[in-house]
């Protein structure tokens, strides 16, 4: 997988020191390293972004070559240390790994990190495969600390989560920090910035200049036509023109490995004498920029199509189908669609609609429905956050009503209160998510006064990226056992006054212990914290089934949305195989008609 | 029929099915005969219950993009009828199809919601123009004693088949160097359980 070619690479490197906030598609990476630590590798989950950066920054400050990785909105919250650290610099290598996510497959946005690149004056490295992400990962590692600056490594999902055989090089590289030197540089001032900002535009026209040599930007072809692509886009284009075959003319071909800052000499190289160029990129259309910039400031009579022009889609996912589609319609040729077996007899039987949702016997459908069931003739409004917990907002739950970014639950549900202080504002948070970013917001609406109804979905992992461990679980990616950290403590500790632990799989309790949050937010913000396991890392419970004479009433579809349970020839049924046993159906049925099976043995 | 050496295949399916796996023992047996491969897997939010594809391509030559475009694909297993259905656009004409034959339901949201055919999917893949195989993965896994080893079962029914472009002693190796090793004979069984059912 691209993302473990990129821990391998990082480790072949010599890398000391490995941070970062799990988050898909970059997750994989991270726990790559810490598998393979040859035992000289510090690596660990961060409780954020911003923690992590700072934390690789400080051992890189001392020497150490450091990774970071997260996903693209994760370098949202790193921003702050980013930008400054531009100017301050690092000692050892630095190599930020930020995964963008074309489509968007698994985030909220499709921004690109290639344009942060060029904001924070960083060189952003593009791979197009895990064979070029593990060889550009020692690339990136050694420029970093050729020019003392930290670097942005940023595959696509594509690469992170292709796979292909890789040859991997010796992994047992002894890193060789020479320690913390006391410097004044270590220290930004006003003074200091604007020094390290001359310096900084001074390092990016000497990079750009080292960039038009680098191995992995690629200039071929001849001709007065001209394609220019990136990272797994350039692997689309190659797939299209061999499809095309024969009809494709003469053309020059540019492959951009170094969006920021851009390969110049080379661009200049590739522009010369072209008459058209189309640029197939996904994300922002940077290198259709930078092309238009540089024919402009050169004045070459080049057009340059691409998002602009309409040729290449603004927003998704690029596909070989796609990049076939514009590069036909660049060169004015027909493309005949390749035949499959889409048509033919019974077209009109479409398959289902399938969105993603809770598996059976998420503790989270247990949670979303006592807050619901609590609230059913109370005007209330539920906000949701980040996290596997947002597939809540499925019907017939229905019970996310915003969501905007990690942590926002907290504190838009403030917002919310000041305007409509007469309904019950409800931020339902996950255990990783709420020591994320979660604490700073109730410690605002504790600080501010504003009564809103904190409820924790504490499942015990980071459950939507892969189970990972974090502050409350008690774990490290070193493997040693951590003194866990206890939300309720924390909680009770920022001046919450009403904070009440329950499992959500208790439906009458957990109801119950909603309304006694409800009726405590008088007295300002109130807590709940539903502890139950995710069923990934939780044993499967006991079978049930309906009792068909009973069944009357459907509300067991009407009301969880469980996956184990549908209705066949009429009947309700629980599909044994999903069940997890986790008895939240059985305590629904108005009627008692779901039976617990007593167990002969354990399920599979 | 493209066989061995240059064999595109399209692994569809629900999240939960074990569609990465399949990908990775395909993916392990072309490194062991030699052969360049790149695969792209759904991970992420639709591992969750949600559609997930993963293409695996194989060849002697250098592959470009791990990704197919439409009419690409010589193989299409199928995890569910349905999810096969929704990825037949990858299938060339005269490809072959290996599906389970039983449907996983949407999950209902009313009474009516989940009305959903799996013969009506089935049909539609039988009359698609491909060569079809349909598999009793329950019956399979029943025998073999683990819902876990569908992914398997299903790789045996290709290989079986010749669709693969690996025989199943090719696919026993790389089980064995792919699965833990407590679960490696449940495993070897379901490949052979799945190769028999095919040929049946």
Redesign the interface.
């Given at each position: 997988m691209g993302n473990e070619a990129i821990a391998l690479g990082a480790i072949a490197a010599g890398v000391g020191v490995v941070t970062g906030y799990p988050g898909t598609p970059s997750s994989e990476i991270l726990p790559t390293v810490a598998q393979r630590n040859p035992g000289r590798i510090h690596v660990e989950w961060s409780t954020n972004e911003k923690v992590a950066l700072e934390v690789a920054a400080g051992a890189a400050y001392a020497g150490a070559r450091t990774l970071v990785t997260m996903k693209q909105v994760g370098l949202n919250v790193a921003s702050d240390p980013l930008m400054s650290l531009a100017y301050v610099g690092v000692k050892g290598g630095m190599v930020i790994v930020v995964a963008d996510d074309p489509g968007p497959i698994s985030s909220q946005t499709e921004q690109d990190t290639r344009t942060f690149g060029l904001f924070s004056k960083l060189p952003v490295f593009d791979p197009a495969s895990p064979e070029e992400a593990y060889a550009m990962i020692g690339d990136a590692f050694a420029l970093s600390e050729r020019y003392g600056t930290p670097v942005l490594f940023r595959p696509t999902t594509r690469v992170c989560h292709g796979n292909a055989p890789v040859e991997v090089g010796d992994l047992s590289a002894p890193p060789a920090p020479d320690g913390f030197v006391k410097d004044p540089k270590w220290v930004i001032f006003p003074r200091l910035a604007y020094q390290s900002h001359l310096r900084i535009e001074q390092r990016l026209q000497q990079i750009a200049d080292e960039f038009s040599d680098y191995r992995f930007n690629a200039l071929s072809g001849s001709g007065r036509i001209g394609i220019a692509t990136q990272g797994i886009s350039s692997a689309y284009v190659a797939d299209a023109l061999a499809a095309l075959g024969d009809s494709i003319p003469e053309h020059r071909r540019l492959r951009v490995a170094t969006p920021h800052p851009f390969p110049r000499r080379l661009a200049l190289a590739f522009l010369e004498g072209l008459d058209q160029v189309l640029v197939v990129e996904e994300l922002d259309p940077v290198i259709e920029r930078e092309l238009l910039r540089l024919a402009g400031e050169c004045h070459l009579p080049v057009t340059v199509l691409g998002k602009g022009s309409g040729h290449v889609q603004q927003a998704g996912e690029n596909s070989v189908d796609s990049v076939t589609r514009a590069l036909a319609g660049f060169l004015g040729l027909e493309v005949e669609p390749a035949a499959d077996c889409s048509a033919g007899a019974g077209e009109s039987a479409e398959p289902p609609v399938r969105p993603p949702v809770l598996c059976a016997g998420c503790p989270h459908r247990a949670s979303f429905l006592a807050v619901k069931e609590a609230m059913r003739k109370r005007k209330a409004v539920f906000g949701g956050d980040i996290g596997c917990y947002t597939l809540g907002n499925a019907k017939p739950l229905d019970m996310v009503d915003t969501c905007l970014c990690m942590g926002a639950s907290v504190t838009v549900a403030q917002g919310l209160h000041v305007v409509e202080p007469e309904a019950v504002h409800f931020a339902f948070i996950g255990d990783s998510t709420f020591f994320h970013t979660g604490i700073p917001g109730v410690i605002n609406a504790v600080y501010n006064q504003t009564p809103i109804v904190l409820v924790v979905l504490d499942n015990s992992t980071t459950a939507m990226t892969g189970l990972q461990p974090h502050p409350g679980t008690g774990e490290t990616m070193m493997g040693a056992v951590a003194q866990q950290i206890d939300i309720a403590t924390v909680l009770r500790g920022l001046g919450v006054r009403h904070v009440e632990s329950c499992d959500p799989l208790q439906h009458d309790a957990a109801k119950a212990a909603v309304l006694r949050a409800v009726e405590a937010t008088a007295e300002g913000v109130s807590a709940l914290i539903f502890e139950a396991p995710c069923i990934h890392v939780a044993s499967t419970g006991p079978s049930y089934v309906i009792n068909e004479d009973a069944c009357k009433c459907q509300l067991c579809i009407t009301r969880l949305g469980c996956p184990a349970i549908s209705q066949v020839d009429a009947k309700m049924r629980i599909d044994d195989d999903l069940c997890y046993g986790c008895d939240l159906c059985a305590q629904m049925c108005p009627f008692d008609a779901i039976e617990r099976v007593e167990p002969t043995e354990g399920k599979a | 029929m493209s066989m061995g050496a240059n064999t595109n295949i399209i692994i569809a399916g629900?999240?939960?099915q074990g569609t990465v796996l399949a990908?990775?023992l395909v993916?392990r047996a072309a490194?062991d005969a030699g052969l360049?491969?790149?695969?792209?897997?759904?991970?992420?939010?639709?591992?969750?219950?949600?559609?997930v594809v993963s293409h695996v391509r194989v060849s002697e030559a250098p592959i470009?993009?791990?990704?197919?475009?439409?009419?690409?694909a010589d193989l299409?297993i199928g995890f569910e009828p349905?999810?096969a259905?929704?990825s037949?656009?990858?299938?060339?004409?005269g490809?072959t199809?290996v599906t389970n034959a039983q449907p996983v339901?949407?999950?209902?949201?009313?009474?009516t919601s989940?009305a959903?055919?799996g013969p009506?999917?089935l049909?539609?893949l039988?009359?698609?123009?491909?060569r079809l195989a349909v598999i009793d993965g329950a019956a399979i896994c029943a025998e073999i004693?683990?819902?876990?080893v569908l992914n398997v079962a299903l790789l045996g029914a290709a290989a079986g088949l010749g669709a693969l472009g690996f025989s199943l002693d090719q696919f026993e190796t790389a089980i064995r160097e792919s699965v833990r090793e407590r679960f490696v004979d449940m495993n070897l069984r379901a490949l052979h359980a799945g190769a028999r059912s095919a040929s049946a």
């Open positions: - | 629900v999240g939960g990908s990775k993916a490194m360049r491969v790149r695969t792209s897997e759904t991970i992420g939010m639709a591992q969750r219950g949600g559609s470009a993009s791990p990704l197919m475009a439409p009419g690409m299409l349905g999810e259905v929704r037949l656009a990858f299938l060339r004409p490809g199809i339901a949407p999950v209902a949201v009313s009474p989940a959903y055919s009506a999917m049909e539609r039988d009359g698609c123009g491909a004693g683990s819902l876990k």
